[in-house]
C-alpha cells in the first residue's frame, strides 16, 4: 500500500531563518499531496498543496517542491515565527480520503 | 470563516460501552471523513462519507465502527463496543470537491478515553 513518511522526526530553528521539512512518499501514482500543520490539542490544518504535474507551489511565507524523480516533498518556511512551532504532517491523497505521514515537530527558538 | 465542529471535545468511557462522537461538517461541504490519532501517532483515515453511503474504509473501520448523517448538519462515529485500544483523538472532516485542489477542514477533535 502507499507510505508517506518523513526523514527528521524534529526541526528546531531560531525565529527568523528559514525551515525546511522533507517527505518522502512511496506511490507514484498519488495526484496530490498536502501539507498540514497541527497545533497541540487541535486538527490539521491545511496549508498548501501540489499537484503532481507542478514542481512547485507558492503561498504566503511557504513553498512546496515536489520531486517525482525521487518522490520527495518539501515544505519550505521562511522567516520562520514562534507562531509556527507545531507538526507539519505531508499527506498523499488516495480516492477519497488522506494518508498521513508520520509527522516532523517544528520548533522555533526565540 | 465556516468551520468543522465536534462535541465533545473528551469522552471518557468504559470499556464495552457503546459512544457517539458527533461533528457538524461546513454546511456546504458535500464529503465528510473521520481519522483518528493515536496519542503520538500519525492520523489514520477511518472512513469516508458522500451521499448518504460509506465510499471508503480502511482496515481499522471494522463491524464496531458505524457513521451516519441522521439530519442534514451532524455526521456521527458509533462504536459500539469500545476496547482500550480505541482511546485515540478522533477528527471529523470534510470537503467540497468542486474546488480544483480539494482541501479537508479538520474540526478540533474528540479526545476518547476507554478506561
Known amino acids: 500500500g502507499e507510505s508517506v513518511g518523513l526523514h527528521l522526526p524534529t526541526l528546531s530553528v531560531q525565529e527568523g531563518d528559514n525551515s525546511i521539512i522533507n517527505c518522502a512518499y512511496s506511490?507514484?501514482?498519488?495526484?496530490?499531496f498536502i501539507w498540514y500543520k497541527q497545533e497541540s490539542g487541535k486538527g490539521p490544518q491545511f496549508i498548501i498543496d501540489?499537484?503532481?504535474?507542478?514542481d512547485k507551489r507558492q503561498g504566503q511565507r511557504v513553498t512546496v517542491l515536489l520531486n517525482k524523480t525521487v518522490k520527495h516533498l518539501s515544505l519550505q518556511i521562511a522567516a520562520t515565527q514562534p507562531g509556527d512551532s507545531a507538526v507539519y504532517f505531508c499527506?498523499?491523497?488516495?480516492?477519497?480520503?488522506?494518508?498521513f505521514g508520520t509527522g516532523t515537530r517544528l520548533t522555533v527558538i526565540p | 470563516e465556516p468551520e468543522v465542529t465536534q462535541t465533545p471535545s473528551h469522552q471518557v468511557t468504559q470499556m464495552g460501552q457503546e459512544v457517539i462522537l458527533r461533528c457538524v461538517p461546513i454546511?456546504?461541504?458535500?464529503?465528510f471523513y473521520w481519522y483518528r490519532q493515536i496519542l503520538g501517532q500519525k492520523v489514520e483515515f477511518l472512513v469516508s462519507?458522500?451521499?448518504?453511503?460509506?465510499?471508503?474504509k480502511s482496515e481499522i473501520f471494522d463491524d464496531q465502527f458505524s457513521v451516519e448523517r441522521p439530519d442534514g448538519s451532524n455526521f456521527t462515529l458509533k462504536i459500539r463496543s469500545t476496547k482500550l485500544e480505541d482511546s485515540a483523538m478522533y477528527f471529523c472532516?470534510?470537503?467540497?470537491?468542486?474546488?480544483?485542489?480539494?482541501?479537508?477542514?479538520f474540526g478540533p477533535g474528540t479526545r476518547l478515553t476507554v478506561t
Open positions: 472532516a470534510s470537503s467540497d470537491r468542486d474546488r480544483y485542489f480539494y482541501e479537508q477542514y
Open positions: 454546511s456546504n461541504h458535500l464529503y
Open positions: 506511490n507514484s501514482a498519488s495526484d496530490y
Open positions: 501540489i499537484r503532481s504535474n507542478m
Open positions: 499527506a498523499e491523497t488516495g480516492a477519497n480520503n488522506l494518508f
Open positions: 462519507f458522500y451521499n448518504n453511503e460509506i465510499s471508503e
